[in-house]
């Protein structure tokens, strides 16, 4: 049965679409084709991984902190979109999961309009997605400055609750507060979107579910797949 153009299909983009997380990725392309000298900064890094672990620095911060001494505080919105594209070639092609590429081309198959909605920074999400085939992203935005894209987040991390929030924002901006929400994710942080999603008549998937939603699928009954083997990151929760 076809999809009323008013389906939306939303999907988590780490260790749901891909093998692992993006932004270390990220980094260590940034570091070795651009930066390579930043390596000297990776203490300073460590010392903001501190302070997240003792409680002293929020989620946002941390991403904020490490893209200010591994990135840069300015950099070039044009460039760094360059960067983006290019590492996107090489990551989508080496860690994108065969099964999502596949889930992804039945929505679309389905006329269902695709969104990926990530806590990692939007400027290479755009460059994924785009090589996923998908056109709309709701991620962490970092702060612009005319040409210039800086450390700083433009609101909140778009993580647990805030993802939900950013994603009912991007619907509203759509006009499509009333479209029924599908929604794919493999960690538990995204439970409000899953609640999102089924409150707005969806259904929702587990994809390579964390041991904590695999529990909560089985308690609420929601179904789940694994599509491929995951690599675990402790770095890469923010």
């Known amino acids: 049965m076809t999809a009323t153009p008013s389906e939306i299909a939303v999907y988590d983009l780490d260790r749901t679409l891909t093998d692992t997380g993006s932004w270390v990725h990220f980094i260590r392309y940034w570091l070795r084709h651009e930066a390579p000298w930043r390596v000297i900064c990776l203490p300073l890094v460590g010392l903001g991984g501190l302070a997240y672990g003792l409680g002293l620095m929020s989620r946002g911060g941390i991403k904020a902190w490490s893209h200010r001494w591994l990135i840069g505080g300015r950099v070039r919105a044009d460039h760094l ?56 992203v709701v991620a962490t935005e970092a702060v612009r400055d005319g040409d210039w894209l800086l450390s700083q987040l433009a609101g909140d ?66 179904r789940h797949v694994q599509w491929g083997q995951i690599k675990g990151s402790l770095l890469e929760r923010a």
């Open 81 to 136: 979109a360059a960067v983006a594209g290019r590492f996107a070639d090489n990551f989508v092609a080496a860690h994108a999961l065969a099964p999502a590429r596949a889930a992804l081309a039945a929505d679309v198959a389905a006329g269902r309009r695709l969104v990926i909605a990530s806590a990692s920074h939007a400027f290479y999400v755009r460059a994924i997605a785009a090589r996923l085939g998908v056109t709309d």
């Open 157 to 222: 991390n778009c993580y647990g609750a805030a993802k939900r929030v950013a994603v009912q924002a991007w619907l509203h901006t759509q006009g499509l507060d009333d479209a029924q929400v599908h929604f794919t994710s493999d960690h538990h942080s995204d439970l409000p979107c899953f609640e999102l999603a089924l409150e707005l008549g969806g259904q929702v998937l587990c994809a390579n579910p964390s041991p904590k939603l695999a529990a909560i699928a089985a308690q609420r009954g929601w």
